[in-house]
């Protein structure tokens, strides 16, 4: 399983719930996503500012997945776990399981619809 993501470039997106944080491990497995400030600053709390968050490793994920068939036949069978009950991440199932999500960073801009006005907005920017 495989997925994409990209560096937060403004901290009020990095604040935002609705735009999903993943944390890596070194060889680029996610180790968890979350609606929540991850990595949490500790000395700052959420006083983040853009600076810091071009800064630190705050990665945004994108919401693109890869399977293998197998794997998407087998992930679709499984309950949902704790923490995807919780943050509502259906990836979370996955980790919870003992599946590793590759993780891919691209430096392009996305245009992410995580609400309904978002897909308004993405709606006009289609024309």
């Known amino acids: 399983m495989a997925t994409l993501a990209t560096a ?5 997106d990095f604040t935002n719930p609705n735009q999903v944080k993943v944390v890596m491990r070194q060889d680029g497995r996610a180790l968890y996503f979350s609606r929540a400030i991850i990595p949490f600053p500790r000395e700052r709390g959420t006083a983040v500012d853009d600076a810091w968050v071009k800064a630190n490793p705050c990665f945004k994920h994108l919401g693109l997945y890869a399977y293998q068939a197998d794997l998407l036949e087998k992930f679709t ?3 949902p776990g704790r923490y995807e009950q919780a943050e509502k991440l259906e990836q979370l199932r996955a980790l919870e399981n003992g599946y590793d999500i590759a993780c891919g960073v691209t430096e392009d801009p996305t245009i992410g619809v995580d609400t ?3 897909a308004v907005k993405f709606e006009q920017w289609l024309g």
């Open 77 to 79: 069978k499984l309950p």
């Open 116 to 118: 309904p006005e978002d």
């Open 8 to 12: 937060f470039q403004r901290a009020v």
